[in-house]
């Protein structure tokens, strides 16, 4: 059970002060427009915290790029809308912490072989509510997922999209559940990346053969027997004493993966 | 759950362990040189075979003692010149009987069944009848003997009668008592096993237990007459085997199934007993499982256990406890199933829940999952208990100072002659001090050079700042081979081991304190006995260290620290100004709707769409309801509200809000299922409360009530008193005057009636063809049933009349229905004027300004207190109207009623913040100061959300009429009630149609006949009248035409609220009273009509220390307690108080009788009346009769605790059914439901004036005895 409230009302909290800046090919009027300064989400998805910005920048650029869809770029490397955003930020300045975070917004030459095209935000809901299953088929087979009602599912996505902390947990809560007599998940939802983005995801079990609790230092010995690392996630460096189901319960993403850096 | 379930073992060395349900150290039970070999349990009662092949009972954890009433009725004739004399005729009772005559009860004949047993004080007479008191000698009258007997002596009285009563009291609880052997010469013939059950034997008496016996010699016995108030029973009564079987092993189940093993290990199974046979018919055989043989069984209510030679576990399908009576395949079962794990020893307990002790390591394991669908449970868990340090079996032994004393006074026995003197001494001064002495009260202090000679080798082991001391080297424990007849084996002491057994079996014990002593050491268990544990399975003690154990370690672990530390320091490391950052996610209202269907008063209903709109940040939220076609119906403010309950009928989820300013006043939702039905009450309940801005404990200022369907409410005034303006040392309050209809007359509630210093403003403006207005200030509305109902105000303290036609103002005052002599004076205004009018009422009476110039004074002829509203009526338009007050001002639409969380049926409260609930089910429960629970899940913290249980019996009635052709049939008359009715007969209930309210509730029972009935019954159950509504007798005679039967099965609600179990004596009623010091008066009435109350309570210690018990008269059924005056109502409706209970003696020193109050006040009450229950204020008591009515017993002080006169409220013809009073306020429940505040009360005037309507939803208790 994911009862540790302190430390999830603190993941919840985690926020990111981002400066958007427009990209001078894109800019067609003579003054300069201001650089966007906004406090996002760690846990939320750009497209859920764009619109302001959006807005701001549209005078700005030339009117037949208006309606072409929005895209970022931190350093020249576009940015996938379909990660969390505090995600992103450990995967590219985990090791080099930069604040405010500034990134080129781009209305034009779209990296189609990079990103994934996103019309609008029931875009995001699908893909959210996909990872989200697909975390619970390997935490609990799927079956709180399928138990749940279509009204369960929407509070879920409405309490991330709007940050409602307690709206989210009221569902997610079930989420994190375990199966029977506390045992723990059958598998931990982890993805693990590596520093040029790269994604590892394997079954991974919360118990060791033995029946105790699995901590991160056996997971690190596990995956990466070679030479030892640091994991990172929500800018935090993990203890390696941690154990794994605890961690999946409390520092999960909302789309119920565990999304770690290598470093 | 149940607070002091526990569970028993015996190590490896014969010692004795309970592991208690809400700890996780095993306590071991003081060691008195004797080993045991077995053990069985049920709560409160052990039942175990000694190292000395002997029978020991152990009882323990009743709160308050076992006691017994012997009562013997002396018996006079009226002979010629002798006068009434004890010699009686020939065919006449005893000279002391039994009530009906039938037995012999002469005094001195009466005697303690063992010397487990003590009496308390004398044989006492009874000097009440029916409530009537009697003369001193107590003697009621008659005719002759079975005759209705009266308390006059009259000229055909021939034969009198008296009461003697005497209570004896079990006085060996908390010690091991032997048993009577079976021969003389104890080893004889020693006992091998033995096994208590019983306690769920369908259709029996309550309290009744079976225990079955083994002896060496291989014979059964049943030990005959046990029960909870006999708990060592009368005597072993032989029960015959079949041939060549040699009985090793007996289990009992609670529904009284006996199985027992043969040292072939085969099964053998007792068939046919009931409640009525408790020894059965015949011993039936069970084949083996796979012909192995099985060396331990145990039965549960539902399920038997059995392990076998080779280790192996087997569970016995189809075994139906309920049926187990009547049916051999219910009583043997269907089949073996081997479950996995191997055993050597098995115990079922409660609930079927399943404890082994392993083969391997020898560890109790705990079969988790088991539930009443899945009866084999899921996997062995073992119990990882600590274990306290061995006291007796290694050099450190050790034993807390609180028993230590104690201790030694059961060596005694065996010591030399000085000790025995003490040990005199000790019992003496134990006798003369009541029932229930405190613990560690005991007043014998062993002498210095007792201490030094019994504690040689002294070890002070100062760990926990108690000091502990070595045991006796050898402490022998009074064995049964020397002994003739049932004796105690020790020295008969009601608390002697305290260690083993808090009293109070410890909510706020302090486990980290006492760790220190426990260590964790492997022990070895050969015998486990689960009978008396009560494990929840939902959330399963603090026993496994793979549960939550490891939750609790993981909050303080140094990498969630860390985690936590990094967190919170993540953006500390921001070099820039964040403030000029927008926010990405804007602060939005949020909606929510649904289909659901609003129900009418007349349980009609129709479709419609509720819609609620939320904006946290503004805290703002409307609800809307719309017709199925989206057209409004109407919408109201969420903060109009001022309750939210739950009014569910079963199939019909429901919730109910109170929103005063609306024209319906209350709006009934009723919801497509239960889940959306509790999801809106929760999501309603928590916005409301954050638009009052409640959150966090409410102050002890609160009211309390308890709705029909056992949720809490809660008001509390301290938000509104914190906010409350105050201006010039008044309060004001404004009233809405938006489209009021003046011309027709308004009248508005002034809610702190007028007294000295209050004042009224209204502004307005006359229209151009005015004739006249007035304005009155009057008291309350008199309902009169007349020809029809009227309604008229009699009481006009202030009229207010301003006549144009007549060109003057005139001032009256209407006294009892007639005007008195008018004041006149010159007009002040003009038509179409605008004006203001100001009254300010003084001591001496109301000064009146019209347009801010003093106009006139009006001398009071009667008490401004009377008024308690304002009525305005002529051509006019008002434009506001201020009342102001000295003192706060709240109307019943600003209170409101927050939904606690929780399921009861009492809630007491007192200053200091202490309240007190109790259940349906007569348990006692301790409000924690959380918020939330069951359908109100997740609203508050999760702190103090204990689950809670809850049982209620659903009772329907079979009726029958007898027929000349076909006897007693179920075709009754066309004007007879239904065949299958409610009591009363005019309800139709069937077994079939019996349905459960909500998901929350399970039937624990099926239909079952109640031989129990009120009146007695016949074997059947059926009892017989003449016809349907007359009373019902248990013998058929001629004249009987109906009969009827009831029929009862129960249900258990689980929930959770912030409440936790206080205990587990069962009450009927209790009071609480905080005065200025910290110690809180507890009192209450337990079931049994006995008065008890409870020590340490303090604000810190809200569930106190132990119950001290006071005897009582009668049965009693109702209590009050305040400033140490204690008023209780007696079953017969008597009123009492206690006399002399001061701060010293807590305990006082008698009851004493109250005079009657009279029962025909108003005019529809006719029929006498006593008192049903009663609430006691500092200055008087309001008292509720049983035709309920309204009495109050006025001018009660210390000195005078039993006041000095009886008052009547007559002002209005309906009844009651709770009331509750401190001071200046009383409010009451009215036998509709609705809540009611008395208004006008003063020092003076402890009657008050008019109930004020508070909340109009059904309501069954309040209690406003907060500060």
């Not at chain 2, 009492?906 to 348990?923: F, Q, T, Y």
Request: proline letters at 5%.
């Amino acid at each position: 059970m994911a009862n540790d409230r302190e430390v999830l009302r603190e993941i919840w909290d985690g926020k990111l002060p981002v400066c958007f800046q427009l990209d001078q090919e894109e800019i067609m009027e003579i003054q300069q427009p201001d650089p966007f300064y906004v406090m996002v989400p760690r846990l939320s998805y750009f497209p859920l915290v764009i619109d302001k910005m959006k807005r701001h920048f549209l005078r700005y650029i030339s009117q037949e790029n208006a309606d072409n869809e929005m895209w970022m770029d931190y350093n020249g490397q576009p940015l996938k809308w379909h990660y969390p955003i505090g995600f992103l930020y450990d995967l590219y300045c985990g090791n080099d912490p930069q604040t405010p975070w500034t990134l080129t917004v781009h209305f034009s030459k779209f990296p189609g072989n990079i990103l994934l095209h996103c019309p609008n935000k029931d875009v995001v809901e699908a893909h959210y509510m996909s990872t989200v299953k697909e975390a619970d088929v390997l935490k609990h087979r799927g079956q709180i997922m399928s138990a749940m009602q279509k009204k369960d599912h929407n509070q879920l996505w409405l309490g991330l999209q709007n940050d409602k902390f307690d709206q989210f947990w009221a569902i997610n809560r079930r989420l994190m559940e375990s199966h029977g007599d506390n045992d723990g998940f059958k598998h931990i939802p982890i993805r693990i990346y590596a520093e040029d983005g790269t994604c590892t995801q394997r079954l991974i079990s919360p118990k060791n053969i033995d029946g105790s609790r699995k901590i991160i230092q056996q997971l690190i010995t596990e995956l990466y027997p070679e030479k030892p690392v640091k994991l990172r996630t929500h800018g935090i460096t993990i203890p390696l004493d941690t154990p794994l189901q605890w961690l999946s319960e409390h520092l999960s993403y909302p789309d119920n993966f565990l999304h770690i850096c290598v470093c | 759950m149940s607070s002091n379930s526990l569970l028993f073992s015996i190590n490896n060395e014969g010692k004795v362990y309970a592991l208690p349900t809400n700890g996780s150290c095993w306590r071991e039970f003081m060691y008195l040189g004797l080993e045991f070999k077995t053990l069985s349990a049920v709560p409160h009662f052990l039942w175990a075979v000694g190292g000395d092949r002997q029978i020991y009972l152990h009882v323990h954890g009743l709160e308050i003692p076992i006691r017994v009433k012997e009562e013997s009725y002396e018996n006079e004739r009226w002979l010629p010149l002798e006068g009434f004399t004890g010699r009686l005729l020939p065919t006449d009772r005893y000279h002391f009987s039994s009530q009906d005559g039938t037995k012999d009860r002469s005094i001195d004949c009466i005697r303690l069944p063992s010397m487990a047993w003590q009496w308390e004080g004398d044989w006492q007479l009874e000097l009440t009848l029916d409530g009537q008191p009697l003369d001193h000698d107590g003697w009621s009258y008659a005719v002759d003997f079975p005759a209705q007997f009266g308390p006059v002596k009259q000229w055909k009285s021939c034969v009198r009668r008296r009461k003697w009563i005497r209570y004896r009291k079990f006085s060996a609880m908390n010690s091991w008592c032997a048993i009577a052997p079976l021969h003389k010469d104890p080893t004889q013939e020693p006992f091998i096993d033995v096994s208590i059950g019983g306690n769920q034997i369908p259709y029996a008496a309550p309290g009744a237990l079976s225990v079955w016996a083994i002896t060496a010699q291989g014979r059964v016995m049943y030990r005959a007459g046990v029960s909870t108030t006999s708990p060592e029973g009368l005597k072993w009564i032989n029960v015959s085997i079949p041939p060549n079987c040699d009985i090793k092993q007996i289990s009992v189940g609670p529904s009284g199934l006996v199985w027992a093993l043969l040292w072939s290990g085969r099964a053998i199974v007792r068939k046919g007993i009931s409640k009525d046979c408790p020894t059965g018919e015949a011993w039936l055989e069970v084949k083996s499982p796979n012909e192995t043989k099985l060396t331990v069984v145990s039965v549960g209510r539902n399920v038997v256990w059995a392990v076998s030679a080779d280790t192996r576990v087997w569970f016995r399908k189809g075994i139906d406890g309920n049926a187990s009576g009547c049916s051999e395949m219910a009583a043997m079962g269907n089949g073996w199933l081997e479950i996995n794990g191997n055993m050597v020893h098995i115990s079922v307990g409660i609930n079927d829940q399943v404890f082994a002790i392993g083969g391997s390591n020898k560890s109790v394991y705990w079969r988790s999952g088991i539930n009443t669908t899945e009866l084999t449970g899921k996997r062995w868990r073992m119990v990882q208990a600590n274990m306290q340090v061995s006291r007796t079996s290694s050099a450190t032994s050790i034993v807390s100072s609180a028993s230590n004393q104690k201790h030694q006074s059961l060596s005694l026995l065996n010591e030399n002659t000085l000790e025995l003197k003490s040990n005199i001494n000790l019992r003496n001064s134990w006798e003369e001090s009541h029932s229930a002495p405190i613990e560690n009260t005991l007043p014998l202090k062993p002498s210095k050079e007792l201490k030094q000679k019994i504690s040689m080798n002294i070890e002070n082991m100062d760990m926990t700042g108690k000091s502990y001391e070595t045991t006796l080297k050898n402490p022998r424990a009074w064995s049964p081979v020397r002994s003739v007849g049932s004796v105690v084996g020790m020295e008969a002491q009601p608390d002697s081991d305290s260690s083993v057994f808090d009293l109070d079996s410890g909510m706020f014990f302090d486990e980290e304190v006492s760790q220190t002593a426990w260590g964790t050491c492997d022990v070895a268990w050969s015998f486990v006995a689960s009978g008396a544990c009560s494990l929840d399975s939902v959330q399963p003690p603090h026993w496994f260290s793979d549960s939550q154990n490891v939750h609790n370690t993981d909050i303080v672990a140094k990498w969630r620290l860390q985690i936590l530390d990094e967190l919170k320091t993540r953006n500390n490391s921001l070099s820039i100004d964040v403030t000029k950052f927008g926010i990405a996610i804007e602060e939005k209202g949020w909606t929510r709707s649904c289909e659901s269907r609003k129900v009418n008063y007349n349980n009609t209903s129709e479709d419609c769409i509720i819609s609620l709109y939320w904006h946290a940040s503004e805290n703002t939220g409307t609800m809307s309801v719309f017709q199925p076609d989206g057209t409004i119906k109407f919408i109201f403010n969420l903060s109009e509200v001022t309750s939210i309950t739950s009014c569910s009928e079963p199939g019909s989820p429901r919730i109910s809000l109170t929103i005063p300013t609306q024209s319906s006043q209350i709006l009934k939702i009723q919801f497509i299922s239960e889940m959306e039905q509790e999801e809106w009450l929760n999501v309603l309940v928590d916005i409301i409360s954050q638009i009052y801005g409640l959150s966090g404990r409410p102050s002890d200022t609160s009211v309390w009530v308890v709705t029909n369907s056992g949720d809490v409410l809660n008001w509390d005034p301290a938000p509104a008193l914190l906010t409350a303006e105050k201006s010039a040392g008044n309060y004001t309050k404004e009233f809405q005057l938006f489209g009021k209809d003046i011309q027709k007359g308004y009248t508005c509630m002034l809610y702190n009636n007028f007294p000295p210093g209050s004042t009224l403003k209204v502004a307005g403006c006359l229209f151009d063809d005015i004739n006249r207005f007035h304005l009155n200030l009057q008291g309350p509305e008199i309902v009169k049933q007349r020809h029809k109902i009227e309604s008229e105000v009699t009481e006009i303290p202030f009229h207010f009349n301003v006549r144009f036609e007549e060109g003057a103002v005139v001032c009256n005052t209407k006294k009892s229905g007639h005007w008195g002599p008018e004041e006149r004076y010159q007009l002040p205004l003009i038509p179409g004027q605008e004006f203001t009018i100001k009254i300010l009422c003084d001591t001496a009476g109301f000064t009146v300004t019209v347009n801010d110039k003093h106009f006139c004074f009006f001398k009071h002829r009667l008490s401004p207190e009377n008024i308690t509203s304002v009525n305005i009526s002529g051509p006019l338009k008002l434009f506001n109207m201020e009342y102001s007050s000295t003192s706060i001002i709240i109307g019943p639409d600003e209170m409101f009623w927050k939904m606690i969380g929780g399921y009861l049926r009492k809630v007491e409260c007192c200053a200091n913040n202490i309240v007190w609930g109790l259940s349906h089910d007569h348990r006692a429960w301790v409000y924690t100061g959380g918020w939330g629970g069951g359908p109100l899940k997740g609203l508050g913290s999760t702190d103090g959300i204990h689950t809670m249980t809850d049982t209620q019996t659903y009772c329907i009635y079979e009726n029958q009429r007898w027929n000349p052709l076909s006897g007693y049939t179920s075709t009754g008359l066309p004007t007879d009630r239904y065949m299958w009715s409610d009591v009363t007969g005019k309800y139709k209930r069937t077994r079939e149609h019996t349905k459960l309210l909500s998901r929350h509730w399970h039937w624990i029972s099926e239909w079952m006949i109640d031989y129990n009935t009120p009146g007695g019954v016949d074997s059947d159950g059926w009892q017989y009248a003449t016809d349907f509504p007359a009373p019902y007798h248990g013998k058929k005679i001629f004249t009987d035409c109906v009969r009827r039967r009831r029929w009862y099965r129960k249900a258990q609600i689980n929930t959770e609220g912030p409440w936790i179990r206080a205990g587990s004596t069962a009450l009927l009623d209790l009071s609480l009273w905080a005065g200025n010091d910290k110690d809180v008066s507890v009192w209450a009435v337990t079931l049994g009509g006995e008065v008890i109350y409870k020590t340490g309570v303090t604000a810190a210690t809200p569930v106190g220390n132990h119950w001290e018990h006071i005897n009582s008269p009668q049965a009693l059924v109702a209590i009050t307690v305040c400033n140490n005056i204690v008023w209780v109502v007696g079953r017969k409706a008597e009123l009492y108080y206690r006399d002399g209970i001061t701060k010293e003696n807590p305990a006082g020193t008698s009851w004493r009788l109250i005079e009657a109050p009279k029962g025909n006040i108003g005019s529809s009450h006719k029929s006498g009346a006593g008192a049903k229950m009663v609430s006691l204020s500092s200055t008087s008591a309001w008292v509720l009769l049983t035709n309920g009515g309204l009495a109050v017993r006025t001018d009660i002080s210390p000195l005078e605790p039993c006041g000095k006169q009886w008052k009547y409220i007559t002002d209005c013809d309906v009844t009651y059914k709770h009331i509750s009073c401190k001071d200046q306020e009383v409010w009451a429940v009215r036998s509709d439901g609705s809540l009611h505040r008395r208004l006008g009360l003063t020092a003076d005037n402890v009657l008050g004036v008019a109930w004020q309507l508070i909340l109009n939803v059904p309501c069954v208790y309040v209690s406003v005895r907060g500060s």
